[in-house]
């Protein structure tokens, strides 16, 4: 990532700081962007110390004015956004939905879903100018998890963002990829681990640590850096996660395509009116300009 500029969401701590520093060590200048002014100085110095080149800028990720002058600001300090990852997020409250606070659960909404989008919002456009850029959504697995709508219904709302602007900006050369970093021991996870909410009504939760089937935060940060490359442009609009091998997805990117792997589907029992809008349906998931072109040469 030599003489590229990334932005990093939620880069004060957790998965936002270890995908900074791996993009810093990759020779990236790295923005990272936060609330918290101590969490983000610790970030920058650590990058910073390693010989790395980082600034930070707190402020909150659904503001669009303050996200949209410090783009200005990155953009003055080194240049044009190079990468965005979203990773910036709030877990939302852990109880059953009837119990919850309608507000808490819609600031999970506005936090995880419109934050994404307020920042992609301000990069996306001159990147599909230059016809170079990636964003990098970090996710979670799109699952039914009770006593945790809020958080997962966010999530999965952010992976469909992902999938439609991919689609979009693909004939552009930008990429938009959706991460899902798997289970790391972070400040949130050890909220849903030791709180009581947690305790309560996540006890599954523990079973992850317990089993050693949570990974260490190296792994989601190196898959961060492996779709910030461009060696996997092709999987733009997919979900992965650090257990999936890019390579083996990249050479199954025919098979996946058919069968609609990693992406959010639902799948119903076939019948012949079915199979007649899936047909139909099947043609908006393609770019415009490419239905546009099959249409000037008579393919259809």
């Not at 190196?222 to 650090?242: C, I």
């Amino acid at each position: 990532m030599r003489h590229q500029v990334a932005v990093v969401t939620g880069g004060g701590r957790g998965i936002g700081r270890a995908i900074a520093r791996t993009c810093a060590e990759a020779g990236a200048s790295v923005a990272v962007f936060a609330r918290t002014g101590s969490e983000l100085a610790e970030t920058v110095s650590l990058i910073t110390s390693a010989g790395g080149d980082a600034a930070a800028w707190a402020l909150d990720v659904t503001d669009e004015d303050a996200v949209k002058r410090a783009i200005e600001g990155v953009r003055a300090r080194w240049g044009a956004v190079d990468l965005l990852v979203n990773n910036a997020a709030t877990l939302g409250p852990i109880a059953p939905f009837w119990e919850s606070s309608s507000t808490d659960w819609w600031h999970a909404q506005t936090v995880n879903l419109r934050g994404p989008i307020v920042c992609t919002h301000a990069v996306i456009a001159a990147m599909i100018a230059r016809r170079r850029g990636r964003v990098i959504n970090v996710v979670s697995g799109a699952l039914p998890i009770a006593y945790f709508s809020a958080y997962m219904t966010s999530k999965s709302a952010l992976i469909r963002f992902t999938e439609c602007v991919a689609i979009e900006a693909k004939p552009f050369g930008v990429s938009v990829f959706a991460m899902s970093p798997g289970t790391v021991r972070t400040a949130m996870s050890e909220h849903s681990l030791s709180s009581a909410e947690g305790r309560r009504w996540l006890p599954w939760f523990r079973d992850i640590f317990d089993r050693g089937l949570d990974l260490p935060i190296e792994r989601p940060a190196r898959l961060a850096l492996e779709l910030a490359s461009g060696s996997y442009d092709s999987l733009a609009g997919l979900t992965v996660t650090p257990l999936d091998d890019l390579e083996s997805l990249r050479q199954a990117r025919p098979a996946i395509d058919r069968e609609k792997l990693y992406s959010l589907r639902i799948r119903t029992l076939p019948t012949p009116k079915a199979a007649a809008l899936d047909a139909v349906r099947e043609k908006a998931e393609q770019p415009l300009d490419r239905l546009d072109s099959s249409r000037r040469t008579g393919d259809t």
